[in-house]
């Protein structure tokens, strides 16, 4: 089974630029997640989608992120204009549903902002 | 919300040797417990998880260990091996809110 694919891998940007992440969570997960790791630190949920919706975006910075999962599977996060506190892991995980399922991660998105 | 410590910060230990990474948590209401293992350029991967209902879980040579009483669970990996390195993270949550709160993770350096 294939795992969740997330790209690019690497990113780096000068602040103020904007730039956009790519998620294709596991076949047949109707919930997704995406976090932010900051180096030394644990992923902090960002967003939460069950199928096309948002379940949790209550930590999302909302003036400079964003995100969309149109047809309830791969989804999109971006970040504009991007800061230098934004400098990052983004993760993308999905499961199966909403409550108590078992997350999976994709390997991340490392981003630089300059 | 709730906060989420993990103890110590790196911890290195020689093939063969146990190793022992606690966490504590703050809200009591909290019943559900993963570890998740973290390896360099890789996403977060469930390694075992707890559920309040019960005191102890194993798994091969992973097991993790809940006190609901004094709020702390700990991950005890035992025969440690070189693969064993990467970086532990543990978590916490109300089972049914899928909201984890994560710790900031433990380095483990498994010494050949």
């Known amino acids: 089974e294939a795992g969740v694919a997330q790209s690019p891998r690497y990113k780096i940007i000068e602040k103020r630029q904007s730039v956009a992440f790519w998620c294709n969570p596991i076949?047949?997960?109707?919930?997704l997640y995406w976090y932010q790791q900051i180096l030394g630190q644990g992923p902090k949920l960002l967003i939460q989608?069950?199928?096309?919706?948002?379940?949790?975006d209550s930590q999302l910075p909302k003036d400079r992120f964003s995100a969309e999962r149109l047809k309830g599977v791969d989804s999109t996060l971006k970040i504009q204009p991007a800061k230098l506190e934004d400098s990052a892991v983004y993760l993308c995980?999905?499961?199966?549903?909403?409550?108590?399922?078992?997350?999976?991660f994709g390997p991340g998105t490392r981003l630089t902002v300059l | 919300g709730e906060n989420v410590e993990q103890h110590p910060s790196t911890l290195s230990v020689q093939e063969g040797d146990s190793a022992v990474i606690k966490c504590t948590y703050s809200?009591?209401?909290?019943?559900?417990f993963p570890w998740y293992k973290q390896e360099l350029g890789k996403g977060p991967q469930l390694i075992i998880d707890?559920?309040?209902?019960?005191g102890e879980k194993k798994d091969q040579r992973i097991a993790v260990t809940l006190n609901k009483t004094a709020k702390h669970f700990s991950l005890h990996i035992t025969e440690t091996q070189p693969e064993d390195s990467a970086v532990y993270f543990c978590?916490?949550?109300?089972?049914?809110?899928?909201?984890?709160?994560f710790g900031k993770g433990n380095q483990v350096v498994v010494i050949p």
């Open positions: 995980a999905s499961s199966v549903g909403p409550s108590g399922d078992t997350q999976y």
């Open positions: 076949s047949g997960h109707a919930t």
């Open positions: 989608f069950q199928n096309n919706g948002v379940v949790d």
């Open positions: 809200d009591s209401a909290s019943n559900y």
């Open positions: 707890i559920r309040s209902n019960v």
């Open positions: 978590a916490a949550t109300l089972y049914g809110n899928n909201r984890l709160a």
